[in-house]
């Protein structure tokens, strides 16, 4: 497949819009015409496309079950957690006889890209955040409803209260 970019453009401005045939093109460039009908069907190089889904192998049907432990494993404490090792031993008792090393990698992948995404929080100096809301508050011995004002500066982390 062509991939230069130059060349790829002359060659479908030359056919496209010169008018220089097809036939002549393959005869310049020595080209099979298959890869020709790509270059004019694609204003540039497609790329590497797959053209169908690879299994995984022996561990195929088993990533179900493998995300399934480690989805369990969520809900125990940290040390009880199944480990790539322990995994690999529970898959070898349902039948599985693939090697250790396609067990680790697969967790490892599973874990990496099912862990929850934290964005951190950016405090800016002079950002503020404020509130303005009713409440029930004791004074002198009976239960009165006043307004209060909040003002929190969280670069600080200072914050201001106004009872009203």
Do not use: C
Not at 111 to 140: C, I, N, W
């Amino acid at each position: 497949m062509y991939t230069d970019m130059q060349q790829w453009a002359d060659i479908r401005r030359r056919v496209l819009q010169e008018g220089v045939s097809k036939r002549q093109i393959l005869r310049e460039t020595g080209m099979h015409w298959t890869t020709l009908e790509k270059i004019l069907a694609h204003s540039q190089p497609p790329g590497y496309r797959m053209k169908e889904f690879r299994q995984k192998g022996k561990l195929g049907p088993y990533v179900n079950f493998i995300r399934q432990i480690l989805a369990q494993d969520k809900q125990s404490p940290k040390k009880q957690r199944h480990t790539a090792k322990r995994i690999f031993d529970r898959l070898q008792a349902e039948g599985y006889t693939g090697g250790y090393t396609v067990v680790k990698e697969a967790v490892s992948e599973i874990k990496r890209t099912s862990s929850e995404v934290y964005m951190p929080l950016v405090h800016r100096p002079g950002d503020a955040q404020v509130d303005y809301f009713h409440a029930l508050a004791k004074l002198g011995g009976t239960l009165e409803k006043v307004a209060i004002f909040l003002m929190a500066l969280p670069y600080s982390d200072a914050f201001f209260v106004t009872v009203l």
